[in-house]
């Protein structure tokens, strides 16, 4: 069961397509009433290089957190699904509950067709380091999300070592097929070269017959 302290946001995925190969993501995140003073936003990544956190204000976006790195390479995938924590105490201002919280989503690598953040979250705490390491050890409202999305990576994985060792198997199984016929082609070989020595010693022994009996005549 999730902690108590926990509390699902609802959020609004918004796209701008400012070309045929260009667009703008954001999630528009709103807290509820009983939502923490202070907290630790929780989520599953999905495919987005990077985050600013942001709020909106008659005078301008006040920005919260900048450029906050989720993939080590935007064009790899092996951490693009992880999951991912930003506590209220690193916001580079206060933040305010009464106001939707604007996440702008980044990915310049034209490889992924969708990139998004699911499963938004924040966990009520204290103390920012604490509440990260007591979330990470209750893994419970969580498992049900990783326990899926690795039983997918772990079929993929083990079809895709099926289809590596294929080319291993066809490329012995040619090495031994070409050792077989080199020794089917030496062992003709023996066999004709030992059909033609009798041949070579008959016309040696009616040479001499045939020169003794030459001369007898005269």
Known sequence: MPDQSEIILKTTLNRKDLSSRCSRQWID????????DNFVLVFQNFY???????????DGAKVLVDNFRLMECAHNENDAQNWHQISSSDFKQKINLTKPLKIL???PSSVWAKYELRNIKIVQSDDARSSSATYTEDSDSISSCILSDW???TEASFAQSKLRDLPEISSQSGIDSRRQAKRAAARR????????????????????VTASSGASKY
Not at 194 to 201: D, H, I, K, N, Q
């Open 29 to 36: 995140v709103s807290f509820p009433a009983n939502a923490p």
């Open 189 to 208: 070989k023996d066999r004709r070269a030992s059909s033609a020595v009798p041949m070579a010693m008959t016309s040696d022994t009616s040479a001499p």
């Open 151 to 153: 039983k997918l990576i």
């Open 48 to 58: 987005t290089a990077s985050i600013t956190l942001s709020q909106e204000y008659p």
């Open 105 to 107: 989503l980044y990915q």
